[in-house]
């Protein structure tokens, strides 16, 4: 599915109507440079983590990437990476936070954050079996990724971080849609509140680690 060529600018007539009509996140999930500037992020959380040094030791820490293979989109295998450390020292694997990634989830953070909110909003392209069309998700993966951020994501410590930060207007039982609605009124709907959103979660659980 190609995505039509205004979304790869940041404004502009066709980006507006395009959200309008309730059809910019579905198509901007679809984007490569979406998925280009949330690889961005992980290397510049990565080379945060890896200059604290080893937790255990203190030792420095090299990189130990590993592939993976998300759905939701057919990233290069270059770009699926997540990041990891290894101590030089005793070993120990460390981490680092990821936008690209959610967690365990082997679908893309942006498939996920995207598919919740366009059911959300009830807009165009965000029944089940359109999602499952665009994604390959089913119904009740769908419920689980709900339930993550109506349960565990308001729980956590990264949003406990991230929670005062926000305004009343965001709350733990409209996530992550009201989250998303946040960032919208400061930037652009579609890429950047996307990324937006996904650097804040990731950065949060940087700074509760």
Same mark, same amino acid.
């Given at each position: 599915?190609?995505p039509?060529s205004?979304?790869a $600018?940041?404004g502009?007539s066709? !980006?507006?109507? +395009?959200f309008e009509a309730? $059809?910019?996140y579905?198509?901007?999930s &679809?984007?490569?440079?979406?998925?280009e500037?949330l690889?961005q992020i992980? =290397?510049? !959380? *990565?080379?945060k983590v890896r200059s604290r040094g080893?937790g255990r030791?203190?030792a420095p820490?090299?990189?130990?990437?590993w &592939?993976?293979?998300p759905r939701g989109?057919?990233?290069p295998d270059?770009? *699926?990476?997540?990041?990891?450390?290894c101590?030089?020292r005793c070993?120990?694997r460390? !981490? @680092?936070?990821?936008?690209?990634?959610?967690?365990?989830?082997?679908?893309l953070?942006a498939?996920v954050l995207?598919?919740?909110?366009?059911?959300q909003?009830h807009?165009?392209?965000?029944? %089940?079996?359109e999602?499952k069309?665009?994604f390959?998700v089913s119904r =009740?993966?769908?419920?689980?990724?709900? +339930?993550?951020f109506?349960?565990?994501? @308001? %729980?956590?410590?990264?949003w406990?971080? !991230?929670?005062?930060?926000l305004?009343? %207007?965001?709350?733990?039982d409209?996530? @992550?849609d +009201?989250?998303? *609605? =946040?960032?919208?009124?400061?930037?652009?709907p579609?890429i950047p %509140?996307?990324?937006a959103?996904?650097?804040l979660?990731? $950065?949060? *659980?940087? &700074?509760?680690s």
């Open positions: 599915m190609e039509p205004c979304l $600018t940041s502009g066709c !980006l507006k109507s +395009s309730g $059809t910019i579905p198509d901007c &679809q984007n490569a440079t979406l998925y500037g690889r992980d =290397e510049e !959380l *990565a080379a080893c030791c203190g820490l090299d990189k130990a990437e &592939q993976r293979k989109y057919d990233i270059k770009a *699926a990476v997540r990041m990891g450390l101590c030089r070993r120990c460390t !981490l @680092p936070p990821s936008a690209l990634f959610l967690g365990r989830k082997v679908y953070g498939v995207i598919s919740i909110v366009v059911r909003r807009v165009g392209g965000s029944s %089940a079996a999602l069309r665009l390959g =009740e993966t769908l419920r689980r990724w709900l +339930s993550f109506r349960r565990e994501l @308001p %729980a956590s410590p990264p406990k971080v !991230l929670r005062g930060r305004s009343a %207007a965001v709350r733990d409209t996530l @992550p +009201s989250f998303l *609605a =946040e960032l919208e009124r400061t930037r652009d579609g %509140a996307v990324t959103c996904l650097r979660l990731a $950065t949060a *659980a940087l &700074q509760a």
